[in-house]
């Protein structure tokens, strides 16, 4: 029987982190990727460490264990590749996430600047859609609520060009975040019913920042 070379365990291994995140499994998820990193050492291919690594992160900040988060986010900053623009990118957004998390807002709008630069030099829609939406809401929190609703429309406009619900969802977030933070509290509570109808729809059960909401809401 022929053997399954270990880069291709390794893809589907990324994948199937994917997957649990998507499900909310957040202890399948780190599961999945401990797995990976040691076959990674085993095996001497490390291609996908940063992915491995990144979805650990996602998982950690999803159920806010902050300290788990940094661990992973160190691991990542360490392992990821500065000539590239995707991992760069990634990086910058997920440690913007977590400054917003820990309330650090200056500092998150300082890297998500970063990670939208390096994002629109990587071309990748969605992260440029994500790297607008965490920078909307990094100037949301810091009071520029124009400069906030430019970013989110901007984002959206990638996600529309996508047809993704997904992105339509996390706009809806964002925006009510602004919405909040105005003062509109009707507006808000529209947005996430609108968002959430979208998430009911297409059976997503996770959205970056959503434990974030449930403390800002």
């Known amino acids: 029987q022929k053997k399954i070379p270990p880069i291709a365990i390794l893809i589907t291994m990324v994948i199937m982190a994917t997957y649990h995140w998507f499900k909310n499994d957040m202890d399948a998820c780190l599961d999945m990727v401990e797995k990976g990193i040691d076959l990674g050492n085993t095996s001497g291919i490390h291609l996908v460490d940063t992915a491995l690594i990144a979805h650990a992160a996602y998982a950690t900040l999803m159920t806010g264990e902050q300290e788990l988060a940094s661990q992973y986010l160190e691991q990542m900053a360490r392992v990821s590749n500065e000539q590239s623009h995707l991992d760069v990118a990634?990086?910058?957004?997920?440690?913007?996430?977590?400054?917003?998390?820990q309330g650090h807002f200056e500092k998150a709008y300082e890297y998500i600047r970063v990670g939208v630069e390096r994002a629109d030099a990587a071309g990748t829609k969605q992260a440029r859609g994500f790297a607008q939406y965490?920078?909307?809401v990094?100037?949301?929190?810091?009071?520029?609520?124009?400069?906030?609703?430019?970013?989110?429309?901007?984002?959206?406009?990638?996600?529309?060009?996508?047809?993704?619900?997904?992105?339509?969802?996390?706009?809806?977030?964002?925006t009510a975040l602004c919405s909040l933070r105005q003062g509109d509290r009707c507006d808000a509570a529209e947005r996430v019913g609108q968002a959430l109808s979208i998430v009911r729809q297409q059976g997503y059960t996770t959205i970056p920042w959503i434990g974030w909401y449930r403390t800002a809401f």
Do not use: P, V
């Open 138 to 174: 990094a100037l949301c929190e810091i009071g520029d609520f124009d400069g906030a609703q430019k970013a989110h429309d901007k984002g959206r406009e990638f996600g529309t060009s996508m047809e993704s619900g997904y992105f339509e969802a996390a706009y809806q977030f964002c």
């Open 134 to 136: 965490t920078l909307g």
């Open 90 to 101: 990634h990086y910058h957004y997920l440690y913007a996430w977590q400054c917003l998390e």
